[in-house]
């Protein structure tokens, strides 16, 4: 092949890939149900805990002549709004912060929420809740809030309907707390934070009286994150938190590893 055919020929491919869609690097069209669904029952909650912000997908940016922006920094961010989930279109393609999406793994997508982030999402319909892990960005959709994955769906009842309106907590973690609390493989129930010691002392007392088990608090920028445990058992600290979400319904359980 002479230089000039090369050229042109290579010439004539990139214009073909300039001119396709957006969508021309997914192998379907549309999204969809996968067809092959492995069992999902194993699959668990993520663990919240600190990351550092991803190299990608952190930089404010356009998508449909729309600007977003990334909040970054925040420590506290609570939405209501509804639900959608994203599958089989997407399933091992790249993620907005470089990652490979896993439909089958417990992770959403979120237009301004810090990537990797870390929410607590509860389904106003029916009071079920999941902890995801946000390595995405969308639903570019009027009045969606988060796009959950394949599996994330399922475990909060979604599929069906294809959406729900749900409210999503971010739970945020220091550098310095994950360090400081690194403990062996335990539970802990975070129930409450307060700005006031007296506070989280009375009442991490008489929680720890009522239900005979130990309590911390851990500071952290003038705030007072109320736990319990620590439980070797998640089933224990499952059980535990039924109990303890029925005056506290945000509390949700902490693995360090």
């Given at each position: 092949?002479?230089?000039f055919k090369a050229l042109s020929t290579l010439f004539l491919i990139l214009t073909l890939q300039a001119c396709s869609s957006p969508d021309s690097r997914y192998q379907f069209k549309d999204d969809h149900?996968?067809?092959d669904i492995p069992p999902l029952?194993?699959?668990e909650d993520v663990n919240p805990r600190y990351e550092p912000y991803s190299r990608g997908g952190n930089k404010d940016y356009r998508v449909r002549g729309k600007d977003y922006k990334v909040l970054?920094?925040?420590?506290?961010?609570?939405e209501q709004g509804y639900a959608s989930w994203y599958g089989n279109?997407?399933?091992g393609h790249l993620t907005s912060n470089g990652e490979r999406y896993n439909m089958f793994a417990m992770s959403a997508a979120h237009k301004n929420l810090p990537l990797p982030s870390y929410v607590q999402v509860t389904n106003l319909e029916n009071n079920k809740q999941i902890i995801v892990r946000v390595n995405d960005r969308g639903p570019f959709h009027e009045g969606?809030?988060?796009d959950l994955s394949?599996?994330?769906a399922q475990k909060l009842d979604v599929l069906q309907s294809g959406t729900a309106k749900v409210k999503i907590k971010l739970l945020h973690f220091s550098k310095e707390e994950d360090s400081a609390n690194n403990f062996n493989g335990l539970y802990y129930i975070q129930y409450l934070v307060t700005s006031l010691p007296d506070k989280a002392d009375d009442l991490g007392r008489k929680l720890s009286d009522s239900l005979q088990v130990n309590s911390l608090f851990v500071k952290e920028n003038q705030q007072y994150k109320l736990r319990l445990g620590p439980f070797k058992s998640p089933l224990k600290a499952q059980e535990l938190l039924a109990e303890v979400q029925a005056d506290y319904p945000n509390a949700f359980i902490i693995h360090n590893k």
């Amino acid at each position: 092949m002479t230089l000039f055919k090369a050229l042109s020929t290579l010439f004539l491919i990139l214009t073909l890939q300039a001119c396709s869609s957006p969508d021309s690097r997914y192998q379907f069209k549309d999204d969809h149900r996968p067809s092959d669904i492995p069992p999902l029952n194993h699959v668990e909650d993520v663990n919240p805990r600190y990351e550092p912000y991803s190299r990608g997908g952190n930089k404010d940016y356009r998508v449909r002549g729309k600007d977003y922006k990334v909040l970054k920094g925040i420590t506290e961010f609570n939405e209501q709004g509804y639900a959608s989930w994203y599958g089989n279109k997407f399933h091992g393609h790249l993620t907005s912060n470089g990652e490979r999406y896993n439909m089958f793994a417990m992770s959403a997508a979120h237009k301004n929420l810090p990537l990797p982030s870390y929410v607590q999402v509860t389904n106003l319909e029916n009071n079920k809740q999941i902890i995801v892990r946000v390595n995405d960005r969308g639903p570019f959709h009027e009045g969606r809030i988060i796009d959950l994955s394949y599996a994330a769906a399922q475990k909060l009842d979604v599929l069906q309907s294809g959406t729900a309106k749900v409210k999503i907590k971010l739970l945020h973690f220091s550098k310095e707390e994950d360090s400081a609390n690194n403990f062996n493989g335990l539970y802990y129930i975070q129930y409450l934070v307060t700005s006031l010691p007296d506070k989280a002392d009375d009442l991490g007392r008489k929680l720890s009286d009522s239900l005979q088990v130990n309590s911390l608090f851990v500071k952290e920028n003038q705030q007072y994150k109320l736990r319990l445990g620590p439980f070797k058992s998640p089933l224990k600290a499952q059980e535990l938190l039924a109990e303890v979400q029925a005056d506290y319904p945000n509390a949700f359980i902490i693995h360090n590893k």
